[in-house]
């Protein structure tokens, strides 16, 4: 019999019927359970309704899709409290895309960069269309050997399924490697489609969306180190001292 180890998850976004990956995690949380003994005991949050000082009581957070959020700074304070709390962290789609913009905005001290989707006409664009749109397409992602990317999958090879139309300009690449994002995925092309956060416990974006992947039966792998992390991050807390 699977034991069940249960971590407290918050899922943030604006959840909606019409969105189809809001409609497939919870048949997936309930594979998790089932399957592989992960219960996640999951919040759905609001974009607007993020605080980030609650957040913290969180183990893991996962940034779902659906951009354009209805509160773009809901979207980064999430990013922003995993990252400072050290909480596990899954950003898929328009979640890869609000970390990439979270670590530039904070950690890389570019302050007027803005997502193309939400801010057409603002700043400098980090966050721009793609020449291809990706939307209801599948795409190969090669994975760099040695990544928390690479151990997850198990392979150097992937073909991950898409519903996306913008990505990271990668002008902006070695100014976010400058701190601490490495980009661990891309197409065949070479563009970007994984990134992790270095010394974060577990800080991973991909613009795929694993969510997609299959009829639903079974869980993506990152979705299931998702959950792992998150377990061993509730697991932590029980044993530190108060």
């Given amino acids: 019999m699977t034991t069940t180890r249960t971590a407290r998850v918050a899922l943030v976004g604006d959840r909606s019927a019409h969105v189809r990956s809001h409609t497939r995690i919870p048949g997936l949380l309930e594979v998790l359970r089932e399957q592989h003994g992960l219960a996640l005991d999951a919040y759905w949050i609001p974009s607007e309704e993020v605080d980030e ?3 913290a009581g969180f183990d893991g957070v996962w940034l779902i ?3 354009p959020y209805r509160s773009e700074s809901g979207a980064l304070a999430a990013v922003r409290a995993a990252r400072e709390y050290r909480i596990a962290f899954l950003g898929t789609c328009g ?3 609000h970390l990439m913009l979270e670590v530039a905005r904070d950690l ?3 302050a007027e960069v803005v997502h193309a989707e939400s801010d057409p006409d603002g700043g400098p664009q980090l966050i721009v269309p793609l020449v ?3 939307v209801g397409h599948e795409g190969a992602v090669r994975l760099r050997r ?3 990317a690479e151990r997850i999958f198990g392979v150097e090879r992937s073909v991950e ?3 996306c139309a913008y990505g990271l300009d990668p002008a902006y690449l070695p100014a976010l490697e400058a701190h601490g994002l490495r980009f661990t995925g891309h197409d065949d092309d070479g563009a970007v489609r994984v990134a992790e956060l270095e ?3 577990f800080m991973l974006g991909t613009l795929f969306q694993p969510e997609l992947a299959g009829d639903g039966s079974r869980v993506h792998a990152v979705i299931r180190a998702f959950a792992e992390a998150a377990v061993a991050v509730g697991a932590a807390r029980e044993t530190s001292p108060a």
Avoid: D, I
């Fill in 95 to 97: 979640g890869f895309q």
């Fill in 53 to 55: 000082a609650s957040l």
């Fill in 199 to 201: 010394g974060h416990p």
């Fill in 146 to 148: 040695g990544s928390l």
């Fill in 132 to 134: 291809c749109s990706l």
């Fill in 108 to 110: 890389a001290g570019l």
């Fill in 65 to 67: 899709p659906g951009s």
């Fill in 161 to 163: 399924r898409y519903h």
